[in-house]
């Protein structure tokens, strides 16, 4: 079958059009109608702790069937309807529950459809970051529309967006086609045979500690410019700078393949990652200083998914793909993402943004460390 490059780079266009609505300005919106800090940190904590398990139940129904799009058309579809019940009441038992019920059906989508695009690409999983790169334009789009908005109109708008682009998304499911895996009754347990292993377990460490030094970007980052007084369109411009330098580093990938080994590009994407979080913490106030740090998402992001995606199709192959995708959610997005939440909801108000993000960067130092010992010294070997 020939490659829909272009309803798959739509599905993706349209995923992230959604996250550069919610990831900027969620927080704002949560800020908005009552909420403290420890309050937003726990919810976006919730929202990301469905991680741990929704993707591998997912998965799971996905490697019986053989069929990713049609659980995505499921879930996407019911992501658009539950969220609608956050335009219903705004305390917090029900913000709560309809964050839990949401996120359970919206964070099974994306690794099924890695999944799904990684088996349209078959043997040329180097092609992923040109079709990933839409995803980031879609970001980047919506992140600049959506803050220009909100500067002129008020916040409240916000779930009515997030809504139609939810929408969005079950459409552009409706119309990508299935890309079928071949049926393994024995997955479950040859995934396990590896599962501890030192080389995995060292991969899974590196990434979960990857999400939770992004935790306080993701929840904070934008309270953190407006308590220095930067503007919500200026706000949005930086959210869609760092994708901007994601962009370049999609586009530049294949080369970097052949130039640099997959464990010399995830070294240096940690390096420089450590670097960011501290540049923020100590340059807030220097507009220079967080353009720069802003850049450096192209590797802190960039450079660090691509490379996950190259290795997560060595181990796992194409049979076992659906699996591997959810653990990799599951473990970093969703440990990850919790841990980030938490703590930095937590410390926020009693240490301040500076401290949270030099423990962001103590948590990408320590990556560092445990990929330089353990990830990708060896070519890793895809289950049979």
């Not at 501890?196 to 991969?203: D, G, V």
Request: glycine share 8%.
């Amino acid at each position: 079958m020939k490659l829909p490059y272009w309803r798959l780079s739509g599905f993706y266009f349209c995923y992230f059009a959604t996250l550069g609505a919610f990831l900027p300005f969620w927080s704002l919106y949560l800020k908005r109608i009552g909420f403290a800090a420890t309050d937003i940190g726990e919810l976006t904590a919730l929202l990301v702790a469905t991680k741990i398990v929704a993707p591998y139940l997912w998965s799971w129904l996905a490697d019986k069937t053989g069929r990713c799009l049609r659980l995505i058309r499921i879930t996407s579809l019911f992501s658009a309807l539950i969220f609608s019940g956050f335009l219903v009441r705004h305390d917090y038992p029900w913000v709560a529950g309809v964050t839990v019920v949401f996120s359970f059906f919206w964070n099974a989508t994306l690794p099924q459809f890695e999944a799904a695009t990684l088996r349209h690409l078959k043997t040329e999983p180097q092609r992923y970051s040109r079709i990933r790169l839409w995803g980031s334009v879609g970001f980047i789009a919506s992140v600049l529309g959506i803050g220009r908005f909100l500067d002129d109109f008020s916040i409240e708008y916000l779930p009515w967006i997030i809504s139609a682009l939810l929408l969005s998304n079950w459409l552009m499911a409706l119309v990508t086609p299935e890309a079928v895996a071949s049926h393994d009754h024995d997955a479950a347990a040859s995934v396990l045979r590896i599962l501890f292993k030192p080389e995995l377990l060292a991969f899974f460490s590196v990434y979960m500690l990857l999400q939770v030094a992004h935790g306080p970007y993701y929840v904070f980052y934008s309270v953190f410019l407006q308590q220095h007084a930067y503007s919500t369109t200026l706000t949005g411009f930086l959210w869609a700078l760092g994708v901007c330098a994601e962009i370049l580093v999609f586009i530049w990938m294949y080369g970097l393949f052949k130039r640099i080994s997959l464990r010399g590009l995830l070294l240096g994407s940690l390096a420089l990652s450590t670097l960011r979080w501290l540049m923020i913490a100590h340059g807030v106030d220097s507009l220079p200083v967080i353009v720069a740090a802003q850049l450096l998402h192209a590797a802190s992001f960039g450079i660090a998914h691509v490379v996950a995606m190259q290795l997560l199709h060595r181990y796992f192959g194409d049979r076992h793909q659906s699996k591997g995708q959810a653990l990799y959610s599951s473990l970093s997005f969703g440990l990850g993402g919790m841990l980030g939440s938490f703590y930095s909801g937590y410390l926020w108000d009693a240490l301040g943004g500076g401290p949270v993000f030099v423990m962001a960067a103590l948590a990408s130092g320590v990556a560092f460390l445990i990929a330089f010992i353990g990830v990708a010294r060896q070519k890793p070997v895809t289950l049979g």
